[in-house]
């Protein structure tokens, strides 16, 4: 009995081992199938093609497309360091872009919520109007609620962006009085076993969360393609425009685009955080922080003799 379980759970193994390099290996082929016929899931004007996309768009494929590329590239990037340091400033630069770009929305939420008060309280009006000749109103409500929508522009575009300033709280119990070296590491397995991992059953949740506000009949992350792509004969667009309250804001969806979004800006700095920590660690101390685009705000007497002189 033991050696037939023991057979056992060594066969299951190396099958599950056969399907992971199978996949890997496949997804040099589903890679360029799909960048050779783009029509079969970017054509919208086709209903199979979307539903193609759906399916794609959060299947085993896709995954091993994406984590293959991560492989590839890091591969590279240990054998020419320079090339892996470019992707490192190439991929902060586009996290730190997008961060500095989306914290406006907090100026614009603080200032569109001053206005709603004057509005409300001083003026006593329940709606805003714009234009001249043939104004636009607003209901004041639909104005109230779209301030969570700057919110969420906040907190999923700015997320990237804190984590590469370090913005982010760190629980530390045992990383601050370790070798530099085993940050190091500690910051390498950290990438690949919690942040990767994160954000990939994130994004799976998130994907058919969004599309099943925007499409019907609705798609299921348990359907297969073939049943996915019978499914296009009853396609249509069903966007979520739901309000909370009478004329309110009612674009909703965008707040699961905006899920979707933050979890390839999870992955994507999750990545980087992993080249980063390996050149660091190749390198030694020396290279910590190399080419690091740190926003800096001066304090007390530097920020008085900086604005002094």
Known sequence: MEEAATGGAFSAILSGLGWFFGNIAMSFYNLGYALTHP???LDWSDKEAIMRFVYYGASVEFFFIVFTTFLVLT???MWRHNV?????????????????????AGLIMVLQQVVIIFVQRIFARPD????????????????SEELKLYNAIVVTLCLGYTFIQGGHVRVDLIYAPVKYRTKKFIDMFGSLFFMMPMATLMWLYSWFFLWRHLIVPNPSASESLERLVMK???????????A???????????FK?????????????????????????????????????????????????????
């Open 39 to 41: 029509s079969s899931w």
């Open 75 to 77: 591969g590279i990037g």
């Open 84 to 104: 892996m340091w470019a992707l490192v400033r190439g991929c902060e630069a586009f996290g730190n872009s997008v961060g500095r770009i989306a914290a406006w």
């Open 128 to 143: 805003i109007s714009f234009g001249f000749g043939l104004p636009v109103t607003f209901d004041v409500s639909w104005w």
């Open 232 to 242: 296009a004969r009853a396609l249509r667009w069903n966007v979520e425009t739901i």
């Open 244 to 254: 909370f309250s009478p004329n309110g804001f009612s674009a909703y969806f965008l």
């Open 257 to 309: 685009i905006l899920i979707v979004a933050m979890c390839a800006f999870i992955f994507l700095q999750a990545a980087t955080f992993f080249w980063r920590s390996y050149l660091e660690w190749r390198e030694g101390p020396e290279s910590e922080g190399k080419y690091h685009d740190h926003d800096r705000v001066e304090q007390g007497e530097e920020a008085y003799d900086h604005a002094e002189f």
